[in-house]
Nanobody, 127 residues
Framework: VQLVESGGNVVQAGGSLRLSCSVS????????LGWFRQAPGKLRERVSC????????GYADSVKGRFTISVSNTENTVYLQMRSLKPEDTADYYC?????????????????????WGLGTQVVVSS
């Protein structure tokens, strides 16, 4: 199993980025996928999640209305479209996957419950 993030960059506040997570070894329609971020000196935060089988999503309050998570089952890739970026969005972003079944809402899964992780991609938002 391998998860590889890409798309991180330096962008000005108000700008947009799309992160991609290419997944191999897992059929995305059978798992819950999540995007997390961690800024220096801060705890890892779940940004968004999606249930691969039916597309149900969850978002952190800090990104609702600005970020959109999606899955391409044909490409086996998870995307995170980020708009109206703010300096406080600066962090390393990680994608992860967990076997579903414990919670109906993907937001119920804590970061420690995810089984597979990518190495991350860095997003820097300048003011």
């Amino acid at each position: 199993v391998q998860l590889v993030e890409s798309g991180g960059n330096v962008v000005q506040a108000g700008g947009s980025l799309r992160l991609s997570c290419s997944v191999s070894g897992l059929p995305l329609d059978s798992y819950v996928l999540g995007w997390f971020r961690q800024a220096p000196g801060k705890l890892r935060e779940r940004v968004s999640c999606i249930v691969g089988s039916d597309g149900r999503t969850g978002y952190a309050d800090s990104v609702k209305g600005r970020f959109t998570i999606s899955v391409s089952n044909t490409e086996n890739t998870v995307y995170l479209q980020m708009r109206s970026l703010k300096p406080e969005d600066t962090a390393d972003y990680y994608c992860a996957a967990v076997r579903p079944g414990q919670y109906y809402d993907c937001s119920g899964y804590g970061w420690f419950q995810y089984d597979w992780w990518g190495l991350g991609t860095q997003v820097v938002v300048s003011s």
